[in-house]
């Protein structure tokens, strides 16, 4: 049973416009979610983070919200930009054991 | 650089051969883990570890083992190769940027071939 699930595959999206990658969870005990970003035949890179105790968190170009009576959590780059473009990875944890939980990853592609 | 370092980055082995995957941190970090990514599903968790000599199963454990002897080594054990375990396998440690909860931060990830 996946706790972390990306229902979208893929996304395209203009660049200078709005991404918007979704995420939802099922397992209420989770605290602190992540976002990844990766880039073939590299590593998972750490973008941003969210406690449970927010509702938003901003870095630069990249905003997560958290919504918990939804178990949803969506990342939110603006402007996008053509580097943008990899795998982008959801990721749970809970205060407890500090285990990441990954979703199975949308593919972004920013059009020029 | 999260001072990770992975051995080998490449190897292809034979079924029922025996493999070690090396992982190596500069940082004296506490926790470290071991994931594999494949199509379709995504990253998934093997084994972590939260201290010297100290770990803990993860999603998909079976046919790996692991160890940890000291704080910067992680090593994660096929103990007999299936082509099943054909995989890309990152290890990541957990470091904190804001100095509560850590996140993860990976290496560059080493890429098994069972044939």
């Known amino acids: 049973d996946q706790q972390v699930k990306q229902n979208s595959p893929s996304l395209s999206v203009q660049e200078g416009r709005i991404s918007i990658l979704n995420c939802d969870y099922t397992?209420?005990?989770?605290?602190?979610f992540l976002w990844y970003k990766k880039y073939p035949a590299e590593g998972p890179t750490f973008l941003i983070s969210?406690?449970?105790?927010?509702d938003k968190n901003e870095d630069g170009r990249f905003t997560v919200f958290l919504n918990k009576s939804a178990k949803h959590l969506s990342l939110h780059i603006v402007p996008s930009q053509p580097g943008d473009s990899a795998v982008y990875f959801c990721?749970?944890?809970?205060?407890?054991?500090?285990?990441?939980?990954f979703g199975t990853g949308t593919r972004l592609k920013v059009l020029a | 650089d999260a001072g990770i370092t992975q051995s080998p980055r490449h190897k292809v082995t034979e079924t029922g051969t025996p493999v070690t995957l090396r992982c190596h941190q500069t940082?004296?970090?506490?926790?470290m883990y071991w994931y594999r990514q494949d199509p379709g599903h995504g990253l998934r968790l093997i084994h972590y570890?939260?201290?010297?000599?100290?770990?803990d199963k993860g999603e998909v454990s079976d046919g790996y083992s692991v160890s940890r002897s000291k704080t910067e080594d992680f090593l994660l054990t096929l103990e007999s190769a299936t082509s099943s375990q054909t995989s890309v396998y990152f290890c990541?440690?957990?470091?904190?940027?804001?100095?509560?909860?850590?996140?993860?931060?990976f290496g560059q990830g080493t890429r098994l071939t069972v044939v």
């Open positions: 570890s939260y201290g010297v000599k100290d770990t």
């Open positions: 990541a440690i957990g470091r904190s940027s804001s100095g509560g909860h850590p996140e993860a931060f």
């Open positions: 990721a749970a944890s809970d205060r407890g054991t500090y285990k990441y939980i």
């Open positions: 397992n209420s005990m989770f605290d602190y």
């Open positions: 969210i406690s449970s105790i927010k």
């Open positions: 940082e004296n970090h506490r926790y």
